[in-house]
């Protein structure tokens, strides 16, 4: 039972000389319906010192104690947001969100966790570039946020280093890429070695899925077709070639006994190969993004090339607009597990790099600010998710597969007091002008929202009211993600273990062959 793992940490005594900062680590959410992944009840909400301290009607607090009226709203746990590239050194550039505008973004869009991906350079290691990540983010970060790293080379000390990052700094998932040839690329062969470390150190495997080779030659074509602009990039990245690698990541997932997280899933057909794998039991999550949830590929043949070209990601966005709403199903039948943005921003001058080729258009799109308000109109106001779901898609089942519940992703006693007050009646349009993030550009440009935070809670203290942004730079903390997480790998014993006696069921005991073999040494 997840509950019986879960520590409380205790409060820390406070002092004499902390005492006017006491009241202030006290904070009651009074009259708000509080929102879980299983159940809404009418509750008050007592955080002190970080932590949910008291859950129920009539509390008795401390004098002092600063108290939000959260009447007619919902209070649910802050998102997480499982999937984010702040200032990553990527295609010539970096990303323009770092890890201070990036989660000041988050939690003005109700997100309180962060997972950022440790991407090696060419010239480091693996710990080397962890060590970066940590440097980079400690300092800045305004919400707590965790680590993925990405195997993007295979050898014995990579695998080395993945032990370090499993047993001493707190990371339990590695990206593999099956796209981005000649960079980060990782062959058949590879991605089986990285799953079966993976697997024996209780971690989850994560994959991007495309068909990087394919992708590279379709590439070519059109070269040759004079296709240069943002539409080639669709164009060369077919739905198929996600489909494909989607299956061939999920057969060798299933081959090494690994858990497997598809990231960024972006096509119908990718999402099928999740769901039918699931609907077998196999251990797979798939997690659609805020942009396959909220826009479509129609944009790359937009007549404006900064607008065409600001949507380039990967895998592309596709160009059935039935594809959101697809997904949208899948997330409310469980077939699809979590969401997160893939935030990795580019302003103009940056994608600019690709204006005569569409492969040099650094790729990414943002997504951190505005993941809550686009699956709340998308999701709930299309009769898709109810609330509980919408918990369940935005942080609960992230935190449960990345092993940090109940601590994040629920309300409750012990639980970090990260949350949000949602107002469903809370409209706004969705603009580049007004949002957080430090990109020139939004994807979601002119979207009505309608379900917004009004507060936002980090370690229970107000980060985010009335619009107002009170963060304080570096005050987030690492999260330490564990191996072996229960969620994830209860079942997988049973059919590891189901899996080795029907092997060995199947020996066979033979006689030894003592006749004749042919010597090959001479000449036919
Ligand atoms: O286009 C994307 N997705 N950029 C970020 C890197 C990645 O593949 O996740
Ligand atoms: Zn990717
Ligand atoms: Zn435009
Ligand atoms: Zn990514």
């Known amino acids: 039972n997840a509950r019986t793992l879960f520590t409380v940490i205790p409060s820390v005594p406070q002092g004499p000389t902390t005492k006017n900062n006491a009241s202030q680590q006290r904070l009651l959410i009074k009259g708000g319906r509080v929102v879980n992944d299983d159940a809404s009840t009418l509750a008050d909400v007592y955080i002190e010192d970080g932590i949910i301290k008291q859950l129920g009607l009539n509390l008795v607090v401390p004098n002092g104690t600063k108290t939000i009226d959260a009447t007619g709203k919902l209070v649910m746990p802050g998102g997480i947001d499982t999937h984010t590239h702040f200032e990553l050194p990527f295609m010539g550039t970096r990303s323009v969100d770092d890890f201070l505008t990036g989660t000041q973004a988050a939690v003005a869009g109700g997100t309180t966790t962060i997972l950022d991906f440790v991407i090696p350079s060419k010239e480091q290691s693996l710990l080397e570039a962890y060590v970066q990540w940590r440097e980079r983010a400690d300092a800045k970060v305004c919400c707590d946020y965790g680590l993925h790293a990405a195997i993007t080379t295979w050898n014995e000390q990579v695998a080395k280093d993945m032990e370090v990052l499993t047993k001493e700094k707190g990371i339990n998932s590695f990206k593999v890429f099956m796209a981005y040839k000649g960079v980060f690329m990782l062959q058949d062969d590879e991605i089986f070695q990285v799953f079966a470390k993976c697997r024996e150190l209780g971690g989850i495997a994560m994959v991007h899925a495309e068909n990087g080779s394919v992708i590279t030659e379709l590439e070519k074509e059109m070269a040759q077709l004079g296709i240069t602009g943002p539409e080639g990039h669709l164009l060369s990245r077919p739905e198929q070639l996600e489909a494909e690698a989607t299956n061939r990541a999920i057969t060798i997932a299933e081959q090494t006994r690994c858990p497997l997280y598809v990231v960024h899933v972006m096509s119908k057909t990718a999402a099928d190969k999740v769901t039918a794998a699931r609907l077998k039991g196999q251990v797979v999550f798939g997690e659609p993004i805020a942009a396959s949830l909220g826009t479509d590929g129609s944009q790359y043949f937009n007549r404006c090339w900064r607008h065409a070209a600001a949507h380039v990601m990967s895998p592309p966005l596709r160009d059935d607009a039935a594809t959101g709403p697809y997904l949208m199903d899948l997330l409310a039948n469980g077939s699809l597990s979590a969401t997160g943005t893939d935030h990795c921003t580019f302003n103009a001058n940056q994608k600019a790099l690709g204006k005569d080729d569409f492969r040099k258009i650094p790729n990414g799109v943002n997504g951190v600010e505005d993941r809550l308000a686009v699956i709340w109109t998308k999701g709930v106001e299309t009769g898709k998710l109810d609330a509980n779901q919408f918990v369940a898609v935005t942080s609960a089942n992230a935190a449960r597969i990345f092993n940090i519940y109940p601590r994040k992703g629920r309300i409750a006693v012990g639980s970090d007091g990260d949350c949000i007050i949602w ?55 690492y999260l ?18 189901l899996r080795d006696q029907h092997y060995k069921e199947r020996k066979i005991e033979r006689e030894p062959y003592t006749g004749e073999v042919v010597d090959i040494t001479k000449p036919f």
Not at 480 to 497: D, P, S
């Open 423 to 477: 107002d469903r009646e809370a409209k706004k349009t969705i603009s580049a002008s007004t949002h957080h993030q430090a990109c020139d550009f939004n994807i979601f440009e002119g979207m009505e929202c309608r379900g917004l935070p009004v507060v936002t809670v980090v370690a229970g203290k107000v980060v985010y009211e009335n619009g107002q942004l009170n963060t304080v730079q570096g005050s987030g903390k």
């Open 480 to 497: 330490e993600t564990t191996c072996f997480a229960e969620y994830v790998y209860q079942k997988l014993y049973k059919r590891e273990e």
